[in-house]
DNA sequence: CTATGAACTATTGTCTACAATAGATAGTCG
DNA sequence: CGACTATCTATTGTAGACAATAGTTCATAG
């Protein structure tokens, strides 16, 4: 039985969450700087838990500090693009190696419910609700490693490629494709991990992610400097 | 050429840096509480960028934070070490993957360097300084990918493996067996990283990792709950 | 007209103080 | 004698104010 927890959170957290949607809902422009005195005003907070809360969203690299220069929403070239997906597609192997043969059948429930929300997704042509059950069967399946540290890598690094996403540098791939072409590579995944065979699965998964590199990589040889 | 930010560090920066090292010096035990008013007067400043720092730190997994229960030093369980050991892997593969066909030569000097060090301290049984050298030189193998992201996760997840090395967690392995083996391998990996095969470096590091899992996962069996 | 310097303003860095909460201790009632 | 409750204390959460720095603008000199 998993703990519910149940803690209300503070003001650190509830301003994290904050900026954080504004960030990846694109209210804030790339490389936009964040005023502290102007968050502290929308949010109704005063500076300390919003400091507090930027170093958290520093630390999840969507936003960069300069000491005594302020922070500004990260800025995202192709080499990010790149680090992001590579990055991404590691720690789903991993997942899987570990994950595959499952053995919390629970969880499979998880993986199988967001596969149903993105076929229903698909058929309505909802764009923006099909990104959000991805990311949940994606994560559904990062989970079945009850791996806690391998979740949260791989929670940020999803939560970059949402960013990605905001910024249309990655929207070619997944929004301008066939919809239902998408889910059903899915469903396939999802089969084959029921099947239980890692190897197959890390195929499939392989091939997955291969569009998504092949069109970013070709890119990467205008790789621009990270720090400019 | 790299550039040399030359940017003086502020007190957060200070402050998780000093709590940095005396967590993984052993100073502060095990689930140790850390009181806020404690530390300001041991390191000479007022709570805010010391709350600042510790939110830095639990993003780094070194300490975990209940609110308004305050935070404490991270405990580790053979889950934890089982966790990052297995991240460690994933992320060296990938680094290995990526860079391996070494693309800038000046990176590999910073591991020969490194490994030099290496056999110097095995020669003088300085294990301290070879845990450290070993250190420098895993993370010179992976900055061979030119891959921002993967340095810094692979930082994070190489620092808990010096804290579990700090509680002897992990220390059998690579404490207890001859020094120079333990070198000689490091020496062999390297060797094939220059020879620029992918695959047989990957095939070396699963042999240089192997030992570390089967120690590892035959106590997994008696998994402690993270959360208690 | 351009470049250099100084003053000014906007913003970040830090500190002290107050409010609120959780844990502990003692007292009382069954 | 044990358990429950209330108060009290230690500690965290938050706020507001002050100090210090970086960027900007204007003035002046070449």
Redesign the interface.
């Known amino acids: 039985m998993t ?1 519910h927890q149940l ?4 003001l ?2 509830l301003a994290a969450n904050a900026i954080r949607r504004m960030i990846l809902a694109g209210e804030l422009a790339e490389g936009e700087r964040l005023i502290e005195e102007r968050l502290t005003e929308q949010l109704g907070i005063s500076r ?1 838990p919003l ?2 809360a930027l ?2 969203l520093e ?3 969507l936003i960069v500090t ?3 220069r302020g922070s500004t929403v990260a800025t995202l070239t192709d080499q ?1 693009v790149f ?2 997906l ?2 991404r ?3 789903e ?2 997942a899987v190696e ?1 994950g595959v043969p499952v053995q919390v059948p629970e969880r499979l429930k998880v993986a199988q419910d967001a596969l149903l929300e993105m076929e229903r997704c698909a058929s309505a042509e909802d764009r923006g609700s099909l990104v959000q059950a991805g990311y949940r069967f994606h994560s559904s399946l990062v989970a079945l490693a009850g ?4 979740e949260e ?1 791989y929670a940020s ?1 999803q939560q970059q490629l949402l960013l990605c996403m905001a910024r249309n540098l990655y929207a070619r791939e997944h929004f301008y494709e066939d919809l239902h072409e998408h889910v059903a590579r899915h469903r396939k995944l999802l089969d084959l991990v029921e099947a239980g065979d890692p190897a197959s699965v890390l195929a499939e998964l392989a091939v997955h992610g291969e569009r998504s590199f092949s069109e970013i990589q070709s890119n990467v040889g205008s790789r621009e400097a ?2 400019s």
Chains 1, 2 share one sequence.
């Open positions: 703990e803690e209300s959170p503070s650190v957290q300390p400091r507090e170093r958290v630390q999840e690299g300069k000491p005594r990010d680090e992001i590579t990055l597609s590691a720690l192997r991993l570990l791996h806690r540290r391998l890598a690094v990270s720090s």
